[in-house]
């Protein structure tokens, strides 16, 4: 999974508040299966789809980009209740706008960078 932004109901009000102005600019989500890279969710009436919420300029890698290998139940993205798995689509909403994704090369060149291995170790 790479990043969920959840807005819940819960039993206890005085812990609720709407989520407002929350920004994911500018990650990198890298997957070898078939896993949420960005969803912004909600299981009520709340204001995460208009509160200023927004992703931009992320960066997802697969090795089956826009989704053409099976995907099964698994979407990519969401935004509004509106599960996707192509990233034009996901980017014309606001959580995830100018989103593109990575080469192989420039996957490798962030994680190495991040001192993570490129390639999962066998096991």
Same mark, same amino acid.
């Given at each position: 999974?790479? =990043?969920?932004?959840?807005?819940?109901?819960?039993?206890? !009000?005085? +812990?609720?508040?709407?989520? #407002?102005?929350?920004?994911?600019?500018?990650?990198?989500?890298?997957?070898?299966?078939?896993? %949420?890279?960005?969803?912004?969710?909600?299981?009520?009436?709340?204001?995460? +789809?208009?509160?200023?919420?927004? %992703?931009?300029? *992320?960066? +997802?890698? +697969? &090795?089956?980009?826009?989704?053409?290998?099976?995907?099964?139940?698994?979407?990519?993205? #969401?935004?509004?209740?509106?599960?996707? *798995? /192509? /990233? &034009? *689509?996901? *980017?014309? @909403?606001?959580?995830?706008?100018?989103? !593109?994704? /990575?080469?192989? @090369?420039?996957?490798?060149?962030?994680?190495? &960078?991040?001192?993570?291995?490129?390639? =999962?170790?066998? !096991?």
């Amino acid at each position: 999974m790479g =990043a969920l932004c959840a807005a819940q109901d819960r039993l206890r !009000r005085f +812990y609720d508040a709407d989520p #407002e102005a929350l920004a994911l600019w500018s990650d990198v989500t890298a997957a070898a299966c078939i896993a %949420g890279a960005l969803n912004w969710c909600q299981d009520w009436s709340g204001t995460m +789809y208009t509160s200023n919420n927004s %992703g931009l300029r *992320n960066a +997802y890698w +697969y &090795a089956d980009p826009d989704g053409t290998g099976s995907t099964g139940s698994m979407s990519r993205f #969401e935004w509004a209740s509106t599960p996707m *798995n /192509l /990233l &034009a *689509n996901f *980017n014309a @909403t606001p959580g995830g706008q100018s989103g !593109r994704y /990575l080469s192989s @090369t420039e996957k490798d060149q962030v994680l190495t &960078a991040a001192t993570i291995p490129p390639t =999962a170790k066998s !096991r």
